[in-house]
């Protein structure tokens, strides 16, 4: 079974660019997440979904961020402008119920120069 | 968030059980003791959970005490594939709306080496 697929693996930019991230949950869950993991703050929820509509987005940093759910096989984080602070491993994960287990992606590395 | 208090780090020799503690004091009624891991290069993983009663699956046992103040999470035969950083996190199974969802709150873990 395929899980959690997310796209670019590896993203390198230079700074004031506009980064997309892509994610693809696994097929039948209805909760999204997605988490960003740095050296120094650890892993951190950014923001949540439930059934395509966000539920919990206290952990986005700041307007910069933002992310959208279209449908439920696809949701996507853009980062507008690139700041070289946002370089860092963001996840997605999905879950069948906000209670159950969450399945995590491989991850994209994004490094901002 | 209740907080979850674990080693640093960790060694285990390969095929030797390895028992890794988590301290949870403030724990609730409501709080589920979850376990991920973190592997190389790889997003976390679920290991496995539990309320109140020891539970096992294929990859770990989770035992918790009884008054529910610590748990620990046993590997029963480590393999070199099991080095890795361990998270123990609480969270809460009420079903609440808004932002009572029980969300993740990953700590830094306990990162385990295992030795060949």
């Known amino acids: 079974d395929a899980g959690v697929i997310q796209s670019p693996r590896h993203e390198v930019t230079e700074m004031g660019q506009e980064v997309t991230l892509r994610c693809k949950p696994i097929?039948?869950?209805?909760?999204l997440f997605w988490y960003r993991q740095t050296m120094m703050r650890g892993l951190e929820l950014l923001i949540y979904?439930?059934?395509?509509?966000?539920?919990?987005d206290s952990g986005m940093p700041e307007d910069r961020f933002s992310a959208k759910m279209p449908n439920a096989s696809f949701s996507t984080l853009k980062i507008q402008p690139s700041e070289p602070r946002d370089s860092a491993v963001y996840f997605c994960a999905s879950s069948l119920g906000v209670h159950q287990p969450q399945h995590f992606g491989d991850g994209t590395r994004l490094s901002i120069l | 968030d209740a907080k979850t208090t674990q080693p640093n780090s960790m060694e285990s020799n390969e095929e030797e059980p390895v028992h890794l503690p988590c301290n949870h004091s403030?724990?609730?009624?409501?709080?589920?003791i979850h376990w991920y891991r973190q592997l190389p290069s790889q997003g976390p993983e679920y290991v496995i959970h539990?309320?109140?009663s020891n539970v096992n699956n294929r990859m770990a046992s989770l035992a918790i005490a009884e008054d529910r103040k610590s748990s620990t999470l046993i590997l029963h035969r480590a393999t070199l594939r099991d080095a890795a950083v361990y998270y123990c996190i609480l969270r809460d199974g009420t079903l609440a709306g808004g932002t009572s969802y029980g969300k993740l709150t990953f700590g830094q873990g306990t990162i385990l080496t295992v030795h060949p």
């Open positions: 403030t724990i609730s009624g409501t709080d589920y």
């Open positions: 539990g309320l109140t």
């Open positions: 979904f439930n059934n395509n509509v966000p539920i919990d």
């Open positions: 097929s039948g869950h209805n909760s």
